[in-house]
């Protein structure tokens, strides 16, 4: 068998194993690149080793590791009540202040699955609490993590930036990560007025006080429009603003020093958000034990294997053979659809990250032709391979699912994964026009 072949086979059977059994894709992508580079490539260890992503190890540690302390002191949950108190009675801007912290928070961070963990109990308590389909809320919480997930600064953006680099494309992290939020944005709009949307306008919620400094949010109809969410429905209690502790304001001032430093001044990401994570430790060391135990230990592995193994793919040829087989299409813009389709079928079974880290590199050859931007297409591959992630099966789908009520919770099983299906088929074509036929990225 020649390395070509026998290094995309490796690469089939990583997908297909970690999709049906309970193993994680990095471990096996550490094991296949040693058995298929030693056997097949002829690479010595040391030589496999070498392809490990050190520096995204540092960015996955130290923005995980900032975050679970950011979770753990209640900073997010401090934040998350400020935007939901913000609504000020607006029943219909509840949907959009998840999106808007759900992008927030990976724009900042926090892995799309940390934000949805967050996030979702609280956005599909309001749902039931305000007749809102729960569907919709569900969906613009997944939406919004994915149009802040490629900012910069967060783990998604971090991760397609350096793969991008490493594969000496032109980079542009503006581009992806407004591409990102602008697609996400756009899927969100269709989907609250798909479910409901525009029934919510004319809806309120008072806020009257309550003893103690409390506040209860109540559903109560404009003039004219019916009566209020069903009386079974027990609406959710807002406490009255609090002072934010020491350690919270501390973590607050840590974070937007991340950004600031990422962003203004050009600092390493990973670097800066250990020494933060650190400070704040140290601030207080006994009430952030444990925040350690939360660092993303199982998509750094994710992500190391899997890059690690693309060195492999790239050593053998793979890469190369397999871009110039797209390429010999002879339809740019064809060729171009079907990486998206490939990025966007697998995802929807496997980890986003590791189908990030093994498709732009498959792009590479393609792109050098010339005759598609690699910008957008960059970004369009990015998307397509994220946006799936509201498949019931993957982590951010499953978690909505789970925190649904008992009694529905099959039925919005089903309407998840008949959306996601749909997702599939349309959203890296809807892509592929926005970002790759008009050739302006």
Not at 297 to 310: D, E, F, K, M, R
Request: with cysteine; proline share 6%; glycine share 12%.
């Amino acid at each position: 068998m020649s390395p070509q072949a026998a290094s995309i086979l490796g690469l089939v059977a990583m997908f297909v194993i970690a999709t049906a059994l309970p193993i994680n894709m990095g471990a096996l992508a550490f094991a296949m690149a040693f058995l298929i580079g030693t056997t097949y490539v002829g690479m010595p260890a040391d030589r496999i080793i070498a392809g490990f992503p050190g520096d995204l190890f540092v960015t996955l540690a130290g923005i995980t590791y900032l975050f679970a302390i950011a979770q753990k002191n209640g900073t997010i949950d401090w934040l998350v009540r400020q935007a939901v108190r913000a609504v000020r009675g607006h029943i219909a801007a509840i949907p959009w202040v998840m999106f808007a912290v759900a992008a927030t928070l990976t724009g900042v961070g926090a892995v799309s699955p940390a934000a949805c963990a967050i996030l979702a109990p609280i956005a599909l308590q309001f749902a039931r609490a305000y007749g809102i389909s729960p569907l919709m809320m569900g969906l613009l919480v997944i939406h919004g993590a994915q149009g802040g997930g490629f900012s910069p600064i967060s783990i998604y953006g971090g991760i397609t930036n350096q793969i991008v680099v490493r594969s000496g494309l032109p980079l542009n992290e503006t581009a992806l990560f407004l591409a990102s939020l602008g697609y996400n944005l756009l899927v969100a709009i269709g989907v609250f007025l798909a479910f409901g949307g525009l029934t919510l306008l004319s809806r309120r919620a008072v806020e009257p006080a309550a003893e103690g400094g409390g506040s209860v949010v109540t559903d109560l109809p404009l003039e004219g429009h019916g009566t209020a969410a069903d009386a079974s429905l027990t609406p959710p209690t807002v406490p009255a603003a609090e002072r934010l502790s020491f350690q919270q304001l501390a973590t607050l001032l840590g974070l937007a020093a991340v950004a600031i430093g990422a962003l203004a001044f050009n600092l390493n990401v990973g670097l800066v958000a250990v020494t933060v994570a650190v400070a704040l430790t140290l601030l207080a060391p006994n009430e952030q034990k444990g925040a350690v135990d939360k660092i993303a230990w199982s998509t750094i592995l994710l992500v190391g294997g899997v890059i690690t193994y693309v060195g492999v793919l790239q050593k053998s040829g793979a890469i190369d053979a397999v871009g110039q087989g797209v390429s010999d299409i002879g339809a740019p813009l064809l060729a171009a659809l079907l990486l998206c389709y490939i990025g966007g079928i697998v995802s929807a079974f496997a980890s986003s990250v590791g189908v990030l880290g093994a498709t732009i590199p498959l792009a590479v050859p393609f792109l050098l032709q010339g005759h598609i931007g690699p910008v957008g297409m960059i970004a369009a591959l990015a998307i397509s391979s994220t946006v799936v992630d509201v498949s019931p099966f993957s982590t951010n789908g499953a978690l909505v699912v789970a925190n649904a009520q008992p009694e529905e919770r099959e039925e919005i099983y089903r309407r998840f994964l008949l959306y996601s299906i749909l997702v599939v088929l349309a959203g890296p074509p809807l892509a592929w026009l926005m970002f790759i036929v008009p050739g302006w990225l």
